[in-house]
């Protein structure tokens, strides 16, 4: 399939197109996720369009592989596991697509409300919904099961939507459990609501471990550290809170922005939190002390998204823009001009940013010579989790330098 791209721009001055390489019109309404594949040789788009569309990452313009067509109304959340796609949307139903055909080989039904938000893990789709629930799905469903054999576990006790959803692995016991599931008995969700708060769930046992209350506002967004032991989120209170999450005990508040949070990245050591307010901070995570600042000249432009990649930050704005900042000198690198509405979602691999927008388009843009890492083929989560070494050096120097708890590390 053609892509219907256009080459726009491509430039190194200062214009409306600087450094555009490609605009992506296909979609024909707001575009409401964007995905890379592990590999990064594949990019999916949902949209209020109803369809999803697959995109190479490996071709230059990136080829429309597919189109997944089906949903009956607005596709609002789209992940990847194996050889399939998995997108959800407003008619309250997720679909399993075959990345080679494009075929829709499966429809999970079961939630009341939209979908908001997918995920995969090892042998199970994870879905959050409008309804106040939380579903795990076998991803080898078919139609010849019955639909207790796909649903495997509905996760009740929030009292608002669920939005955002994370999975810390347990410890490998290489063996199944009393329901022949690949689930370790260590295997943990844990799950953000517009209820205020968080809690914790035993995916093997299905039941809530923790309820993580302290927040006044709609939790937002949330990560954890790589071990599985802290948990950070973000709400519309325009707080951060770092939790002990074995104990479900709050350690640390974050009080720096001004604005409602609304979205939040844990980068090795560093956490990058970006808020309505117009700014990007980030916090050293064992003292929980905001280190630098990224703004922007439009104080009324709130962040959406943002991402790391080699030593640059990637942010996008509601007044369509989207900008590179130097991680360690909080210096504009670059700026990306171009879409009519908000960026609402950005991806970097291979030295090309791709955004997607309110506005319909997918634009793709020069987003290498910032960083000697910005060239790398693969943004997998070790990159995502590697820094610049200088700024490792000056880390451990701010460490040094500082004394006070480690909130228990």
């Known amino acids: 399939m053609g892509s219907g791209s256009s080459k726009v721009g491509g430039g190194r001055g200062k214009g409306k197109d600087s450094y555009l390489q490609e605009e992506l019109k296909e979609h024909e309404g707001s575009i409401n996720c964007l995905v890379l594949s592990e590999d990064c040789s594949l990019i999916v788009t949902g949209s209020d369009d109803a369809t999803a569309r697959m995109w190479s990452a490996l071709t230059e313009p990136p080829e429309c592989l597919g189109v997944l067509r089906g949903h009956q109304g607005r596709v609002t959340s789209a992940t990847m596991g194996g050889t399939y796609v998995f997108t959800g949307g407003i008619d309250t139903t997720i679909r399993k697509w075959d990345m080679c055909t494009s075929e829709c080989l499966y429809t999970y039904k079961g939630h009341m409300q939209q979908i908001n938000r997918l995920l995969c893990s090892g042998d199970f789709v994870i879905s959050t919904s409008y309804d106040k629930t939380t579903r795990v799905w076998l991803m080898e469903a078919d139609d010849a099961m019955s639909v207790d054999e796909v649903c495997l576990r509905v ?36 799950t953000g609501s517009m209820d205020t708060t968080a809690r914790s769930w035993s995916l093997d046992m299905g039941m809530c471990l923790k309820v993580f209350r302290q927040h006044t506002g709609a939790v937002t967004c949330m990560d954890t550290d790589e071990a599985g032991r802290f948990l950070y989120t973000g709400s519309h209170d325009c707080q951060v809170i770092i939790w002990n999450i074995i104990a479900g005990r709050s350690l640390k508040i974050l009080d720096g922005h001004k604005d409602a949070i609304t979205c939040l990245k844990v980068v090795n050591r560093l956490m990058y939190t970006g808020s309505a307010d117009s700014t990007v901070k980030c916090w050293v995570r064992e003292y929980g002390d905001c280190t630098r600042t990224y703004k922007q000249s439009n104080a009324e432009a709130s962040v959406v998204c943002v991402s790391f990649h080699g030593g640059i930050v990637f942010v996008g704005y509601t007044d369509c823009t989207a900008k590179a900042f130097d ?57 995502l989790r590697d820094l610049d070494r200088e700024l490792e050096l000056e880390l451990d120097q701010y460490l040094d330098d500082n004394t006070g708890d480690l909130l228990g590390n």
Request: zero cysteines; aromatic letters at 6%.
């Open 155 to 190: 996760l009740e006790g929030h009292q608002r939507a669920v939005y955002p959803v994370v999975f810390i692995p347990g410890k490998d016991t290489g063996g199944l459990n009393e329901e022949g599931l690949r689930i370790n008995p260590g295997d943990l969700l844990i």
């Open 327 to 383: 991680a360690k000198s909080s210096s504009l690198k670059r700026e990306f001009r171009g879409h009519t509405d908000a960026v609402n979602h950005l991806v970097v691999t291979a030295g090309r940013l791709y955004t997607t927008s309110s506005d319909g388009a997918m634009r793709v843009w020069d987003a290498s010579g910032m960083s000697d890492q910005i060239t790398a083929t693969r943004q997998d989560n070790s990159d």
